[in-house]
């Protein structure tokens, strides 16, 4: 296995109680103007948020989501494996791709929680992992997904809520490719790993405490 340089990630969201509440307000703005009602069942959702370990970690405990799958987007190499992403070299991203239920769970809340859950100010890098596939970047799969990303970056741009521009890439979705089987449920299965105790824990540890209420019921 290649692992990437995998050090403390910080997650740079804004940590005061007032810079949390004016997010909140933010994106209850960005959810009633994306409203249309009668969605159909299924939606998908596509991140790049630095590690997959992590996203997928956060993005799986949450109602409404039926599926999360870690794997490659945004490049030109056909069916990468990890080891060819880890090179920089592919236009891949590291992301995640989301199954969920609109009804249960919206894009602008799925928008809420990427912004807050990773560093949408650092160019290539989260953390102590660089490179071009760790960048921070959205794929959109319907034209409405586009307008709420935009808008997203828009209303967070003008209440200046981050110390630096946020660099966070809107793409069109164009491709996807699933990971390897070892990086499904990679927290869940190696919780004892070093990268995993000392960066995923703490950031699922966050993410449990910020977005209670966005949680699967525990059976």
């Known amino acids: 296995m290649l692992a990437p340089a995998h050090?403390?990630?910080?997650?740079c969201s804004p940590n005061s109680l007032n810079a949390r509440l004016e997010m909140n307000i933010l994106f209850s703005i960005l959810l009633l103007l994306s409203f249309t009602g009668g969605k159909e069942k299924m939606e998908l959702a596509t991140?790049?948020?630095?590690?997959f370990w992590c996203s997928e970690a956060m993005f799986s405990q949450l109602k409404g989501v039926q599926k999360v799958q870690s794997g490659f987007s945004?490049?030109?190499t056909v069916n990468p494996s990890y080891r060819d992403v880890c090179t920089g070299e592919t236009g891949h991203a590291e992301v995640v791709q989301i199954s969920?239920?609109?009804e249960q769970i919206s894009y602008a809340e799925l928008l809420k929680i990427f912004f807050t859950m990773h560093d949408p100010t650092t160019l290539n890098r989260q953390g102590?992992?660089?490179g071009t596939q760790y960048r921070s970047v959205i794929f959109t799969h319907t034209q409405q997904q586009r307008e709420e990303a935009?808008?997203?970056?828009?209303?967070?741009?003008?209440?200046?809520l981050y110390p630096n521009p946020i660099v966070t890439q809107v793409e069109e979705y164009k491709n996807f490719y699933p990971a390897e089987d070892y990086h499904n449920n990679?927290?869940?299965?190696?919780?004892?790993e070093g990268y995993c105790r000392m960066v995923v824990a703490p950031k699922v540890e966050k993410f449990q405490k910020v977005f209670e209420t966005l949680l699967k019921q525990k059976k």
């Open 100 to 102: 969920y239920d609109p």
């Open 186 to 192: 990679y927290f869940q299965n190696n919780p004892n």
């Open 7 to 11: 050090l403390l990630h910080c997650v």
């Open 150 to 160: 935009l808008k997203a970056i828009e209303l967070l741009t003008a209440e200046k």
């Open 74 to 76: 945004g490049g030109t």
């Open 128 to 130: 102590a992992d660089m």
């Open 47 to 51: 991140f790049g948020m630095g590690c």
